[in-house]
T-cell receptor, first 116, second 113 residues
């Protein structure tokens, strides 16, 4: 069985501070896929990034960056110079190759609150 | 581009009432899913479908039924609503293949009193 742990329930920062969201996953599969989704106050889920288990290259996209480390089973997400619009719940999710139907296992989510 | 559309957006039910949530996607996706979101628990899979006429149970299927008579629609039914089914329900769809993201509807907030 797969498991995704987001230990941080809520993180509060002041605008322009950096914030890092932790995601730790568990799976026995050697091929798997990790995702981050954002849920703003409006409620919809917005896809942010996907990473394959065989691609450990870290990625930067604007103010967002992701640090994937297989050795520690972590896929952490950093928002640099946070803005009020970054206030949202962020979910980390996992799917595995042996599950042909692509079901996603979600973490509990981390609420990010950015104050001016 | 509509993407994934859920109907209704809000609903209040009395215990024991029944209702159906409709999910429609216009992206010709094979896979569709119903999740429920509860505080502190993330999203949990209720049922899913990998094609027209096929459905399967997810992590928390009890009290729910589903049907996928048309490829673009995935219905979630509550035959006898219970307060424990108060939640936000999300439908998602994705193209066949594991390395693809799921697209989500805007959610349905259901309250059972």
């Amino acid at each position: 069985a797969q498991k995704v742990t987001q230990a941080q329930t809520e993180i509060s920062v002041v605008e322009k501070e950096d914030v890092t969201l932790d995601c730790v996953y568990e799976t026995r599969d050697t091929t798997y896929y990790l995702f981050w989704y954002k849920q703003p106050p409006s409620g919809e889920l917005v896809f942010l990034i996907r990473r394959n288990s065989f691609d450990e290259q870290n990625e930067i996209s604007g103010r967002y960056s992701w640090n994937f480390q297989k050795s520690t089973s972590s896929f952490n997400f950093t928002i640099t110079a946070s803005q009020v619009v970054d206030s949202a719940v962020y979910f980390c999710a996992l799917s595995v190759l042996t599950d042909s139907w692509g079901k996603l296992q979600f973490g509990a989510g981390t609420q990010v609150v950015v104050t001016p | 581009n509509a993407g994934v559309t859920q109907t209704p957006k809000f609903r209040v039910l009395k215990t024991g009432q029944s209702m159906t949530l409709l999910c429609a996607q216009d992206m010709n996706h094979e896979y569709m899913y119903w999740y429920r979101q509860d505080p502190g628990m993330g999203l949990r899979l209720i049922h899913y479908s990998v094609g027209e006429g096929t459905t399967a149970k997810g992590e928390v299927p009890d009290g729910y039924n589903v049907s996928r008579l048309k490829k673009q629609n995935f219905l979630l039914g509550l035959e006898s609503a219970a307060p424990s089914q108060t939640s936000v329900y999300f439908c998602a769809s994705r193209i066949q293949g594991l390395n693809t993201e799921a697209f989500f509807g805007q959610g349905t907030r259901l309250t059972v009193v």
